[in-house]
């Protein structure tokens, strides 16, 4: 080989080395390891691969949307001040969808009533308080509207988080979730009582606060997921 050959590989650019082979989808098979399906569920659902779900083999169904008239009949019905008629779950359907429906807003949808007015119906309260929000007041939630506001604004907080976080839990493929007292100042109820540190099924989950909490205003406890690894490990 000539010198200027040599000079010339010397300084010519170096092969381009071929593309690396595409690797194949992992097997379908439920035997997978713990670790590789927790760190699949948290990627994002177009990048999973179909068998890595915590549900075994195949990606789960998405969960089906609350219906929210239910939704809200179920707030109302916990909070008991209000009443629980068509118009009332359409008044605070309305709110939901306007963002209002939260404890300093949902008193202000509507006409405000005059001073006159509160007064006749024995309100002290100086803030707006509007005809179609007192409309949906029962008895209880007559005598002291200010505070209604809030344990029904609260409430519809509280589980509308509920109700997201289990179907968030659900789409991932967690089968078994765990009750976790939330440790409120007002105690525990009935069913925290009776349930805190409990399994169940995550289809048989109930929102939170549960339809016996006796106040579901201050309702912080919540459903957390569960792994079979978990008990293995010690974690709590």
């Not at 990627?43 to 179909?50: A, I, K, S």
């Not at 306007?98 to 202000?108: H, P, T």
């Not at 069913?191 to 995550?202: A, E, H, L, N, T």
Request: hydrophobic share 35%; aromatic share 6%; glycine share 8%.
């Amino acid at each position: 080989m000539s010198w200027l050959e040599k000079i010339r590989r010397l300084f010519s650019a170096p092969p381009t080395p071929p593309p690396p082979p595409s690797l194949p989808p992992p097997p379908v098979s439920a035997e997978v390891t713990w670790q590789e399906r927790v760190r699949q569920v948290q990627l994002p659902p177009e990048e999973r691969f179909p068998i890595y779900s915590l549900a075994g083999p195949g990606r789960p169904k998405p969960a089906s949307k609350p219906d929210p008239d239910k939704m809200i009949e179920g707030v109302l019905t916990r909070s008991g001040l209000a009443n629980v008629r068509a118009e009332d779950i359409a008044f605070y359907r309305r709110a939901l969808d306007a963002g209002k429906l939260n404890a300093r807003d949902v008193r202000k949808m509507g006409n405000p009533i005059s001073a006159d007015e509160k007064r006749a119906l024995g309100i002290s309260y100086r803030g707006i308080l509007t005809k179609e929000f007192l409309d949906t007041l029962n008895d209880r939630g007559m005598a002291d509207p200010m505070m209604a506001a809030q344990i029904i604004g609260r409430t519809a907080l509280s589980t509308i988080s509920s109700g997201k976080s289990l179907r968030s839990s659900q789409e991932a493929g967690i089968e078994m979730v765990r009750f976790r007292f939330g440790g409120m100042a007002a105690g525990h109820c009935s069913f925290s009582r009776k349930m805190d540190g409990k399994r169940v099924p995550i289809g048989e989950a109930e929102t939170l606060p549960a339809k016996s909490c006796e106040h579901p205003d201050q309702c912080g406890c919540r459903w957390g997921a569960w792994l079979p690894i978990m008990d293995e490990l010690g974690i709590d």
